[in-house]
């Protein structure tokens, strides 16, 4: 009955920000690294950043970085992604999920969430 839950997405134009939330139910969330991926029409799915259980080590893609924010809120069973200055090329089904380590590799994640929907267009 363990689920991952992704919110948050939708159509934000260039430059804007949106923060999306993975939330956690049937398992204790701060027990497991957790990865923020993404998926665009016709390409890959992508690791996005990742977070360490534990010390909350953290990580992004060069793409990314400087503009998301990865944190989790243990209290909530909640990690989010803070995505700021976002632009077209960010468009993308993303989605969470929960694994063993802390790395950007799909194989590595045991539990995926359904998938929010973050457009960025003018």
Known sequence: QAQLVESGG???????S???????????L?????????????KEREGVSCISSGAGNTNYADSVKGRFTISRDNAKNTVYLQMNRLKPEDTAVSYCAAGTFATMQVANY?????????????
């Open 18 to 28: 949106l923060r999306l939330s993975c939330a956690a139910s049937g398992f204790t």
């Open 110 to 122: 045991d539990y995926w969430g359904q998938g929010t929907q973050v457009t960025v267009s003018s």
């Open 10 to 16: 939708g159509l934000v134009q260039p430059g804007g």
């Open 30 to 42: 701060d027990y497991y690294a957790i990865g923020w991926f993404r998926q665009a029409p016709g």
